[in-house]
């Protein structure tokens, strides 16, 4: 699989990216906010790519907010 995102020495392939940005989804559903609104505050780096991903995949909308 190709790699799709490195930073910091944290190398996650498509497939890795699909399968955590799903499991966002899966967490922000399981918590009633599919469809809703998310505000996520993180810093630059491969988390903060994985939650604005997995809210997508749940079908909510985002607010990125960055700390720094």
Do not use: H
Not at 23 to 47: E, F, K, P, Y
């Amino acid at each position: 699989d190709a790699l799709a995102l490195v930073c910091e020495g944290e190398r996650l392939t498509y497939a890795g990216y699909r399968q955590r940005a799903r499991t966002v989804a899966a967490a922000l559903a399981s918590r009633g906010v599919a469809g809703g609104r998310v505000a996520i505050m993180l810093r630059n780096g491969i988390d903060i790519a994985l939650a604005l991903f997995g809210v997508q995949v749940a079908g909510a909308a985002t607010a990125a907010l960055n700390p720094d």
